[in-house]
């Protein structure tokens, strides 16, 4: 009978879009979305952006991590999946949390998109204003 790998699941969220990580021990191999992570993102700030959670507990060869993310862009996305991680680092060992929550990799970043409102041509800006 094959042993069982212990397996962590977390969702993270930024702006529109949505991660769902699973981690698995393992050597350190990525897929998200069936890609790996420097295909799915080709940008070297954002990769960076999203290891931070490892490289803060040294877990980066420790984990095998599989994502699927939706909705939103590139930064958004990476975002989501840095949260995501961070929650999935502390399910696996709590011990983790305050050294993720002080660097700020557990907090959600709340900050979305305003809506447009009536009568006006986006969410602040206003139509040219005519005395006369």
């Known amino acids: 009978m094959a042993e069982k790998v212990a397996e962590y699941s977390a969702t ?16 350190g191999k990525w897929k998200v979305n069936k890609r790996p992570l420097t295909d799915y993102f080709p ?16 877990a980066q060869d420790k984990f095998d991590i599989s994502a699927s993310l939706n909705g939103g862009g590139v930064a958004g996305q990476a975002g989501a999946l840095r949260h995501g991680l961070a929650r999935a680092l502390v399910l696996a060992d709590s011990s983790l949390r305050e050294v993720l929550k002080n660097s700020g990799c557990l907090t959600r970043d709340a900050r979305m998109k305003e809506r447009k409102k009536p009568g006006q041509p986006g969410a602040r800006k206003r139509f040219q204003f005519s005395k006369r």
């Open 12 to 27: 993270g969220r930024r702006k529109t879009a949505v991660a769902r990580v699973t981690l698995k021990e393992g050597t």
């Open 43 to 58: 940008s070297e700030a954002l990769v960076g952006y999203i290891q931070q959670p490892l490289q803060l507990t040294n």
